[in-house]
């Protein structure tokens, strides 16, 4: 398992009540009770106190063995009878409490058969975090059988999600996941620490350890695809003096961290359509050595190119700027041929004869469109052969006449 330190506080504060207990939450809730000699604040729950007594000494200054599984009370409503919800729960010497942050494994790791069934996570070493899932702890319950569960949420690394190539990350960053997940308590390895940007620039959880601490800011959807920003954290942490310590000067992190590598050309387009047009050049002039050989393919086929657009406006005057714009001079193409076949089209010229023969056509096919119509008089279509003219709608009295 992973080893953690971090520092130690000595709860030595003057003007500030310091909230100690066995259940490790440094929540301002419920009913509390103080120390007559330290002067720390206990939850009652937690402590087993039920009245108010007289006098009062903490654990520590009166020793006597309380559990740190604290059963939670009233228990929720609409879960199983046998099923006991707690907000601490031990596995082995490790606590867990409601609003934690773990580590635990990705799959369960095999065991030789008939070997005695060990937790899960004694059977992993030199495990490495990046290997790990990060887990927020939202529930936890023993079952009928005794086993031990925890409920919550999943985080996911930059590299875990679908965004853009170009976008950037801090080093430590994760991205809270809709995806949720039930869990025995044997999968979980150790603590880490995932703090809002806020917090994580103010300061350090006591006894976190910076290798363990990430920042989290974003959430996505369930395609981990659309990014949101998180209003606030569902479990803040405690940013009070006995349970953080605050940093001399806020720090000011920048994402600089991109699971992908980016291609930049500095040149942009410019650049890339510069050089497939001067792969195109040489592939049409058919010569890859010095430039005087290139500036005399390049003005021949110049000249070619003028002399074959004279020759196409003699011969069709009507489309003849889209002929021009569409010829290639006869040496271009047979080069092009030479290295890769093509396809040609081409379109047969459009003489008076069959425009006219088309024009009558049309006109017959009209003709016999408006014999079909259901109408007793004419219809007046002559507006169609006008251009910018609208047809003029005759009122009732005019048609009576």
Same mark, same amino acid.
């Not at 009558?360 to 014999?371: G, P, S, Y």
């Given at each position: 398992?992973?080893k953690?330190?971090?520092?130690v506080?000595n709860f030595?504060f003057?003007?500030e ?6 259940c490790n ?15 720390v604040?206990?939850?009652c ?7 108010s ?5 903490c654990?520590?200054c ?6 740190p599984?604290v ?11 046998d ?25 369960r790791p095999?065991?030789?058969s ?7 996570y004694?059977?992993v ?14 529930n936890?319950?023993?079952d009928?059988k005794?086993?031990k ?7 996911l ?6 965004h853009e !190539?170009w $976008?950037?990350f801090? &080093?430590? *960053? +994760? =991205? ?6 039930i ?7 150790n603590?880490c ?8 620039c ?17 959430r996505?959807?369930?395609s ?5 920003k ?9 940013t ?11 720090l000011? !992190?920048? $994402?600089?961290?991109? &699971?992908h *590598? +980016? =291609? ?5 387009r410019s650049?890339?359509?510069?050089a497939?047009k ?9 010569n890859?050595?010095?430039?005087g050989?290139?500036?005399n393919?390049?003005?021949?086929s ?5 002399s ?9 005057s009507?489309n003849?700027?889209?002929s021009?714009s569409?010829e ?12 890769? !076949?093509?396809?040609t089209?081409?379109k047969? *010229? ?7 023969k088309k024009?009558a ?13 259901p109408s ?12 910018n003219?609208?047809q003029?709608k ?5 048609v009576?006449?």
């Amino acid at each position: 398992p992973l080893k953690l330190g971090g520092p130690v506080c000595n709860f030595e504060f003057e003007d500030e009540d310091v909230i100690r207990c066995v259940c490790n939450l440094h929540r301002d809730e419920g009913v509390m009770i103080q120390c007559e000699r330290c002067l720390v604040w206990q939850h009652c729950d937690c402590m087993g106190v039920l009245d108010s007594p007289e006098h009062y000494l903490c654990e520590e200054c009166s020793p006597r063995l309380i559990s740190p599984e604290v059963l939670m009370n009233p228990q929720p409503q609409e879960v199983p009878r046998d099923h006991k919800y707690f907000i601490t729960l031990l596995r082995d010497n490790l606590q867990l409490k409601q609003g934690d942050s773990v580590y635990i494994l990705r799959d369960r790791p095999n065991q030789k058969s008939g070997e005695r069934r060990q937790p899960a996570y004694k059977l992993v070493k030199d495990v490495k975090p990046h290997d790990l899932l990060i887990f927020k702890i939202e529930n936890l319950w023993i079952d009928e059988k005794g086993d031990k569960f925890a409920f919550g949420h999943h985080f996911l690394r930059p590299h875990e999600t679908f965004h853009e !190539p170009w $976008r950037k990350f801090f &080093p430590n *960053e +994760v =991205i809270r996941s809709p995806l949720c997940e039930i869990l025995p308590l044997d999968m979980i390895v150790n603590h880490c620490w995932v703090l809002d940007l806020n917090t994580y620039c103010r300061g350090r959880p006591i006894g976190s350890s910076e290798d363990h601490v990430y920042v989290c800011e974003y959430r996505v959807d369930k395609s981990a695809r659309i990014f949101s920003k998180i209003s606030k954290p569902k479990y803040p942490i405690c940013t009070k003096p006995f349970a953080f310590i605050t940093f001399p000067e806020k720090l000011r !992190p920048q $994402r600089t961290y991109t &699971p992908h *590598e +980016v =291609i930049s050309n500095s040149r942009g387009r410019s650049s890339s359509s510069g050089a497939s047009k001067e792969l195109i050049e040489d592939k049409l002039s058919g010569n890859s050595g010095g430039s005087g050989s290139r500036e005399n393919s390049s003005s021949r086929s110049s000249s070619e190119q003028r002399s074959a657009a004279t020759s196409g406006s003699s011969t069709s005057s009507n489309n003849g700027r889209s002929s021009r714009s569409r010829e290639r001079p006869a040496s271009t193409l047979a080069e092009i041929s030479s290295e890769q !076949p093509m396809a040609t089209i081409t379109k047969p *010229e459009d003489t008076p004869q069959k425009r006219a023969k088309k024009r009558a056509r049309c006109n017959m096919v009209a003709t016999k469109l408006l014999n079909l119509l259901p109408s007793k008089g004419g219809v007046d279509l002559s507006y169609l052969l006008e251009n910018n003219k609208r047809q003029r709608k005759k009122t009732a009295a005019f048609v009576s006449m």
